[in-house]
C-alpha cells in the first residue's frame, strides 16, 4: 500500500522561507509524479503545483509567482516545496499527493498525504 507523508510545517513569521518534504513508501518513488496542493480556512483545496517522475518538468498555478518551487530527489525519496518570501496569506494545510501518471497537467492524484500545516504571522 502507498502511503505519502509531508513533512516540515510550523509556525512562520512573513518574509521567511520554508521548506516541505515529501516521501512515499511502499512503492518505488520514482514512478510518481508528485504534486502540492494547499487548503487555507474556510476555502477549498487548491493547486499548488506538480513535477514528472523524473524532476526535470514542472507545472505552477497562476498565483505561484516564483515564490513557490517543487523538485524531486528520486535519491533521496523525497519531493520538496520551497516557499520563499512568506505571507500571511499563505497559511493553509499544505498537502503532498502522487499519481502513476506523469502528466503533470493532471490534476487526479492517486494518493494523498495527511497533510502538514503551514502558519505564517504578520
Known amino acids: 500500500q502507498v502511503q505519502v507523508t509531508e513533512s516540515g510545517g510550523g509556525l512562520v513569521q512573513a518574509g521567511d522561507s520554508l521548506r516541505l518534504s515529501c516521501t512515499i513508501s511502499?512503492?518505488?518513488?520514482?514512478?510518481?509524479?508528485m504534486g502540492w496542493f494547499r487548503q487555507a480556512p474556510g476555502k477549498t483545496r487548491e493547486f499548488v503545483g506538480s513535477?514528472?517522475?523524473?524532476?526535470?518538468?514542472?507545472y505552477y498555478a497562476y498565483f505561484v509567482k516564483s515564490r513557490f518551487t517543487i523538485t524531486k530527489d528520486n535519491a533521496k525519496n523525497t519531493a520538496y516545496l520551497q516557499i520563499d518570501s512568506l505571507k500571511p496569506e499563505d497559511t493553509a494545510v499544505y498537502y503532498c499527493?502522487?499519481?502513476?501518471?506523469?502528466?503533470?497537467?493532471?490534476?487526479?492524484?492517486?494518493?494523498w498525504g495527511q497533510g502538514t500545516q503551514v502558519t505564517v504571522s504578520s
Open positions: 511502499g512503492r518505488p518513488f520514482s514512478m510518481f509524479s
Open positions: 513535477i514528472s517522475r523524473s524532476g526535470n518538468y514542472t
Open positions: 499527493a502522487s499519481k502513476s501518471n506523469n502528466n503533470v497537467f493532471s490534476l487526479k492524484y492517486d494518493y
